[in-house]
């Protein structure tokens, strides 16, 4: 059957009202609540280090809450589409928290200075220049998870869907795997190499970055058990 210009309209207009008032709505409030309380809750006296905690840790559970819908969806053996708008959605604000996080966290270890997170003070000290320490890794990391999610945002919308199709379209969002990646490697980086956080802190991202790998691989093994258990014609 072949939807109409108008019909469409008001399919994507009522779709857009449900993702605003089921998706939009309690991911905010949900943010808004998280980001407000971790900040409230920290002992710091910096306003901009309680501020660069706070987006934290709610944009990685976020992000890993992007990767648990597909793994889901395998094993509660339900339809599991190349765009889902929960999984959207939750990317959308994931990146919102993670863009809010870079913007502030330019600003706590080298106040004024945040070229200094990327190459050394001193650069004729130094064989390489760019910071090749713990540090420098955390920074550089966590930058170029900045950029894949800004680039992830741009694309999270049904006109590049649309113009891109659906299997390129598709390719250019699994770089949310490496997203990922990048923002454990820059978290844990953070919490054990410089800012040595408290044991239940450590333990709240290691518990969510092992459930989302846990789910990954178990999705993993679903599909390919589904894959074989499909017997070629003429077999």
């Not at 691989?217 to 499909?230: C, F, H, I, K, P």
């Given at each position: 059957?072949?939807?109409?210009?108008?019909?469409?309209?008001?399919?994507?207009?009522?779709?857009?009202?449900?993702?605003?008032?089921?998706?939009?709505?309690?991911?905010?409030?949900?943010?808004?609540?998280?980001?407000?309380?971790?900040?409230?809750?920290?002992?710091?006296?910096?306003?901009?280090?309680?501020?660069?905690?706070?987006?934290?840790?709610?944009?990685?559970?976020?992000?890993?809450?992007?990767?648990?819908?597909?793994?889901?969806?395998?094993?509660?053996?339900?339809?599991?589409?190349?765009?889902?708008?929960?999984?959207?959605?939750?990317?959308?604000?994931?990146?919102?928290?993670?863009?809010?996080?870079?913007?502030?966290?330019?600003?706590?270890?080298?106040?004024?200075?945040?070229?200094?997170?990327?190459?050394?003070?001193?650069?004729?000290?130094?064989?390489?220049?760019?910071?090749?320490?713990?540090?420098?890794?955390?920074?550089?990391?966590?930058?170029l998870?900045?950029?894949?999610?800004?680039?992830l945002?741009?694309?999270?919308?049904?006109?590049?869907?649309?113009r891109?199709g659906?299997?390129?379209?598709?390719q250019?969002?699994?770089?949310?795997y490496?997203?990922?990646?990048?923002?454990?490697?820059?978290?844990l980086a953070?919490?054990?190499?410089?800012?040595?956080?408290?044991?239940?802190?450590?333990?709240?991202t290691?518990?969510?970055?092992?459930?989302t790998?846990?789910l990954?691989?178990?999705?993993?093994?679903?599909?390919?058990?589904?894959?074989?258990?499909?017997?070629?014609?003429?077999?």
């Open positions: 059957m072949v939807v109409s210009g108008p019909e469409r309209s008001v399919v994507q207009q009522a779709r857009l009202r449900r993702r605003l008032l089921q998706h939009h709505l309690p991911l905010f409030l949900l943010s808004c609540s998280s980001v407000a309380w971790i900040y409230l809750t920290r002992p710091y006296k910096d306003a901009v280090m309680k501020a660069s905690f706070a987006t934290a840790y709610p944009a990685l559970f976020l992000l890993a809450a992007t990767l648990l819908i597909g793994p889901l969806n395998l094993l509660l053996r339900r339809r599991n589409p190349v765009s889902i708008d929960l999984r959207r959605d939750l990317g959308i604000w994931a990146g919102i928290l993670a863009i809010a996080h870079t913007v502030v966290g330019q600003n706590v270890h080298l106040r004024g200075r945040p070229w200094l997170y990327y190459i050394y003070d001193h650069p004729s000290r130094h064989i390489l220049p760019i910071r090749h320490d713990v540090f420098g890794l955390a920074n550089y990391t966590g930058a998870c900045t950029l894949l999610v800004l680039l945002l741009a694309t999270s919308n049904d006109v590049s869907l649309r891109l659906t299997r390129p379209w598709k250019l969002q699994r770089w949310n490496a997203a990922f990646v990048l923002l454990a490697i820059h978290a953070y919490e054990e190499g410089i800012e040595h956080q408290k044991i239940p802190w450590f333990a709240l290691i518990a969510g970055l092992a459930i790998l846990l990954q691989l178990a999705g993993y093994v679903q599909r390919r058990r589904a894959r074989l258990s499909v017997t070629p014609s003429g077999a």
